[in-house]
């Protein structure tokens, strides 16, 4: 009798502990599950960038060992900086996520102060330094300065001794050209105008007009589609011939191909042939550039996640931290700066094609 119940109260205690684990262990895999937010365009004029990001990214997220360990949280902002807000605060008070990647400048400045306030690692995918500011905020892309530098040096390489600005007002744009008018004057090019317009104007001809009474070298277009295509139209309808236009990876972020053919640009550094193909098979078609550093921005938090042993307070891992990549090794360097290379490029059949 006394070792039978003996044998109920061991029976009892095994089947307690073993409960006991398993609570734990479901709670521990509770708590280690990160959360990561994406604030990206998935309607309006540039979904097509955005759809692409998302589907790498969830392609990569895939072919993890360790994908159980994350939770991918993907909202649209349309390209508008108040849905960017209102996608930022419910990734953060919502959904509680432990890091943020957000496409472009337009997102990137509006998230970084709310990631800031909430301790919450945040990488934007694009070229302008000052998103990074703060602790918590980083920057992934060619960096203004260099990119700036290779294009008002190859404008005058080309023989041409002066240019003439066509902004839209973005951002992205507004920042780039910071660093832009001092190399135009560093590498020779005189200046002749800057030009602005709104985002969705259609109508050029007076700017255009305006442009060509200077007779400037070149044209160099900060701007994108659809708005990009309709200006380079109206201008040869004057015209204006495509070696006569130069600007950045924006050039080639269009589906009116033939528009923008023969144009040459100064692009961020792409991938490998070989990555390009194999993400072709993965999601049906070869990403934008953009793309690619949005993939590689999970990479580093997945590798970051790791070395932290999942805990969510990567900060200190983050800074200094090197990967290797589809466009060869990254490093996070001080101020928050994932800097890559460039290339000169030129659209050629309809599709970006490497010079130097």
Request: aromatic share 8%; hydrophobic share 40%.
């Amino acid at each position: 009798m006394i070792k039978k119940m003996i044998l109920l109260v061991v029976l009892v205690a095994v089947v307690i502990t073993v409960l006991v684990l398993w609570n734990n262990k479901s709670s521990e895999s509770e708590h280690e599950k990160i959360k990561i937010g994406f604030v990206i365009q998935l309607t309006g004029d540039w979904a097509h960038l955005g759809q692409d990001v998302k589907d790498m990214i969830v392609a990569a997220h895939k072919k993890m060992e360790n994908r159980n360990r994350y939770e991918l949280i993907f909202e649209d902002y349309g390209f508008d900086p108040k849905k960017a807000a209102m996608a930022t605060n419910k990734l953060i008070n919502i959904d509680k996520v432990d890091s943020i990647i957000s496409l472009f400048t337009n997102a990137g400045f509006v998230v970084n102060p709310i990631a800031e306030a909430n301790n919450i690692p945040h990488i934007c995918i694009d070229n302008v330094k000052a998103v990074a500011n703060g602790k918590f905020n980083f920057v992934h892309g060619a960096m203004e300065e260099k990119t700036t530098a290779i294009l008002a040096n190859e404008i005058k390489k080309r023989g041409n001794d002066s240019a003439t600005i066509i902004i839209m007002k973005d951002p992205w744009t507004e920042n780039l050209i910071k660093s832009l008018i001092p190399n135009l004057e560093k590498a020779g090019v005189e200046l002749l105008d800057v030009l602005r317009y709104n985002p969705g104007e259609k109508d050029f001809r007076m700017m255009i007009s305006k442009a060509m009474s200077k007779n400037p070298d070149m044209y160099v277009l900060m701007t994108f589609d659809p708005t990009m295509s309709m200006l380079i139209k109206q201008f040869r309808e004057r015209g204006v011939t495509n070696d006569k236009f130069t600007g950045f990876e924006s050039i080639q972020m269009t589906d009116n191909v033939d528009m923008v053919e023969g144009i040459w640009f100064v692009n961020m550094l792409m991938p490998g042939q070989n990555f390009l193909d194999e993400m072709k098979s993965e999601i049906g078609r070869y990403p934008n550039t953009f793309s690619a550093y949005g993939y590689n921005a999970f990479l580093l938090l997945d590798e970051a996640y790791r070395r932290n042993n999942y805990n969510p307070d990567i900060i200190d891992v983050l800074n200094g931290l090197k990967i290797n990549t589809s466009i060869g090794e990254i490093e996070v360097r001080d101020g928050g700066v994932i800097e890559t290379g460039n290339t000169v490029d030129v659209m050629s059949n309809g599709k970006s094609e490497i010079m130097y």
